[in-house]
């Protein structure tokens, strides 16, 4: 499942919101408006996300039960909605080259089709894997 809720604790200030996430140590953030706040913490989990696959070789941590945080006087929860799939969309499109074999006859005729086979090959894999 790629889309998850993370519950984090809002706390407002003199000079807009600070955020952070209860079991994910290090994820902060901070907005001047509610929008904003909710954004950049979206933008925090997507960092962290980042940080624990990429540099830390970590699973990256389960969205804790809000019911279980107990926030203090001027705090508030908000549920923050995560997809790690469209996150690696939107942030890691960088072009993987890929070595690949197909027999020489069919190689002839898609190159005489003038065929894309980096389309071909991207449209495939998402149809095989379901995705839109």
């Not at 027999?103 to 495939?124: E, H, I, R, T």
Request: net charge negative; with cysteine.
């Amino acid at each position: 499942m790629n889309k998850l809720f993370y519950p984090a604790i809002f706390e407002k200030d003199d000079t807009g919101y600070s955020i952070f996430f209860p079991n994910i140590p290090g994820c902060n953030s901070e907005g001047d408006s509610l929008e904003e706040a909710y954004e950049m913490a979206k933008d925090a989990l997507g960092l962290m996300y980042t940080t624990y696959n990429e540099n830390l070789h970590k699973e990256f941590p389960a969205p804790c039960d809000s019911a279980e945080i107990q926030p203090d006087a001027g705090q508030a929860i908000v549920l923050i909605e995560f997809d790690s799939l469209e996150y690696r969309r939107k942030y890691e499109s960088k072009a993987v080259k890929k070595t690949l074999t197909i027999p020489s006859w069919l190689n002839d005729m898609a190159s005489s089709a003038n065929v894309n086979f980096s389309k071909v090959l991207q449209d495939a894999l998402k149809e095989q894997l379901h995705l839109k």
